[in-house]
């Protein structure tokens, strides 16, 4: 049993933040990082939202996972190491480990996350729950840290799941696949977790349910510069838009300002005005097809390797390695 965790945080994540929002309030149209959804509040909606009726996306990754991790882990030649970026609790990645005890493969598990309290929890019930398995976690914003991951002995998974990678604009998830490319050695595979195309209506109701959680989610973020950066945003002031760009094949998720208002942050001495009806985009989520990834995997120097989807294809985890 060896556990060994590395943090890689930087040394004012404060000023990181106050950067980003400086910048995404200053933008044409105004726009926030995602990643500032997830305080406790909003990692608890989140949460929430996964196990909402109209929410698939969550639900049909995991029946993938549960249903054909086997066939994963035998495609991608039954490595000895499995790297999860943003792996929080693991709580779908067991199937994964378990498939590779049953291969007779399971060595390293590398959990990659931003919370270290996640990480350290994590890492003490797997090595309980498979007896000889080495952890080494790296707590660490991963977009920012990929070369820190560790080499592996006998192949490595590198899985990336929940269709964060939607979330990239095409040039930095360009940069991002390109990174993952350059640390892959050629017996490396990396299984990536994709939204499909779908229709409007469903993709819509996906992200602004009729209970209101995915708006509260939403709207959770300006709760987050209030408190982090002694903002006076009011939330009741602003209303959720979830709209399907079928041009970009990717939802936009929007706050709608109510009415014309003038926003402080007093910790970053900024003052934002907002006309009656402006948009502050807050999220993309692109959605794929085999054609289009296969593409975008192309362009980084990857090729599929496997393809795996839901019983209702709504979801799909591709297995590329390196071209």
Known sequence: MTIAIEVHLDADTAAKMASDVRAG???????????????????????????????????AERSILAERSGEIITAAGSPRSLVELGSGSAAKTRHLLDAMREAGCLH??????????????????????????????????????????????????????GGTIGNLYPRPRHEFLVRLRQLMKPEDRLLLGTDLVKGRGRLEAAYDDAGGVTAEFNKNVLAVLNRELGGDFDLDAFEHVARYDEVEARMDIRLR?????????????????????EEMRTEISTKFTYEKLASVYEQAGLAIDGWFTDADCDYALSLARPA
Request: charged fraction near 25%; include cysteine.
């Open 108 to 161: 390293t598990y590398v959990p990659v996350d931003i919370s270290e309290e996640i990480t350290h929890e994590t890492a003490a019930l797997l090595v309980e729950e498979y007896p000889g398995l080495a952890v080494r976690g790296l707590v660490c914003d991963f977009e920012q840290h990929l070369e820190r991951i560790p080499d592996g002995d006998g192949g490595r998974l590198v899985a990336f799941l």
């Open 257 to 277: 300002s109510l009415e014309g208002q003038t926003v402080q942050l007093d910790d970053i001495d900024l003052s934002i005005e907002f006309a009656v009806g």
């Open 25 to 59: 309030l200053s933008a044409q149209p105004k726009e926030l990082a995602p990643k500032y959804f997830y305080d406790e509040r909003g990692s608890q909606l989140f949460e929430q939202i996964t196990e909402l009726e109209e929410y698939y996306p969550t639900r």
